[in-house]
């Protein structure tokens, strides 16, 4: 993972795109998206891993399992190429605001180590909070604790703070949505933002799939329109009209040369065929034309022998 960001953010003094290009909002939340995709697929694969085991093993370090993978997945994406996978794959990387140049920087050690914490740490101790507050209250005595308004209060604190963190995040979001820079709480407090890791192209679109898949489209919506107005019954009569007479004909000519087959007029819908009778694929033919098809019946053998 580390080869591919590293294959895909150049170094800065290659080819960098100008930091002071604006990154389209888009990809920057495209960018996010593509993360927590990629953390849920790594959990997953962990997941499925212990499906054979006994059930429920990983449920009680459950935080601290995705806690662990998601510093690995950092470890070897941000640490080392200043962007997360999703970055990478929109073409941006992590700059540092805070410096005076007008060229690209990197963000410093203690800024990634920071984006690593604000990423890893609150998500954790959102899903642990309950379990660690139940530990504190059942470590005096196995009971309650002796100052019954301090647990409360605690509890009532970690709710505030909570709300005021998603306060600051839909201010945080809206400010974004203005001025397109920092889509999280955490790239503002950090100083980082997302830039082009590399000089934008012009993109060359190609239609060929999408004109295949609307042909298609448009062919089957043509078939299911019409289906219904094709009469099978009639194309079938007509198949075999055209292809019984030469059938019966050379199996008469057969007959007649072989000296041993009495030939008759038969008249099938109005149309008169020269058959040898008596014959079985003569009358097998002749029911399957004379029979619909979801009222055919094989002939009686012994009078077709007969």
């Not at 994406?77 to 060229?103: E, I, K």
């Not at 059942?138 to 703070?161: C, K, M, N």
């Not at 008596?278 to 009358?283: D, E, K, M, T």
């Amino acid at each position: 993972m580390a080869s591919v960001v590293g294959d895909r953010l150049p170094s800065e003094g290659g080819s960098a795109a100008d930091p002071q290009t604006p990154v389209l909002r888009i990809n920057q939340l495209d960018a996010f998206e593509l993360d927590s995709a990629l953390d849920q697929l790594v959990w997953n694969q962990l997941s499925r891993c212990f499906r054979h085991l006994r059930p429920g093993l990983l449920t009680p370090v459950e935080p601290e399992v995705k806690a662990l993978l998601q510093l690995l997945v950092w470890r070897f994406t941000v640490y080392p190429g200043s962007a997360t996978v999703g970055q990478s794959m929109m073409n941006l990387r992590y700059h540092d605001t805070r410096s005076l140049s007008r060229r690209y920087r990197a963000p410093s050690r203690r800024q990634t180590l920071g984006l690593a914490l604000l990423a890893v740490g609150p998500r954790w101790l959102t899903e642990r909070s309950h379990g660690l507050l139940l530990a504190l209250g059942l470590g005096v005595g196995g009971g309650q604790p002796a100052d019954g308004g301090l647990w409360p209060a605690l509890r009532r604190a970690l709710s505030i703070v909570t709300g005021l963190t998603q306060v600051a995040n839909l201010i945080n979001f809206l400010v974004f949505l203005r001025q397109g820079r920092h889509p999280t709480l955490t790239e503002r407090i950090l100083g980082v933002r997302a830039v082009f890791s590399r000089p934008q192209e012009v993109r060359q679109v190609a239609f060929q799939y999408m004109n295949r898949e609307l042909l298609w489209h448009g062919f089957a919506e043509f078939l299911i329109f019409l289906l219904p107005l094709v009469s099978v019954r009639k194309i079938k009569t007509s198949v075999y009209s055209l292809l019984l007479p030469l059938g019966l004909a050379e199996e008469g000519a057969g007959g007649a040369g072989g000296g041993g087959g009495v030939e008759g007029v038969c008249s099938v819908r109005g149309v008169a065929y020269h058959a040898p009778l008596g014959r079985l694929r003569s009358r097998v033919l002749l029911l399957l034309h004379q029979e619909p098809l979801h009222r055919r019946r094989l002939p009686d053998l012994s009078q077709v022998w007969r």
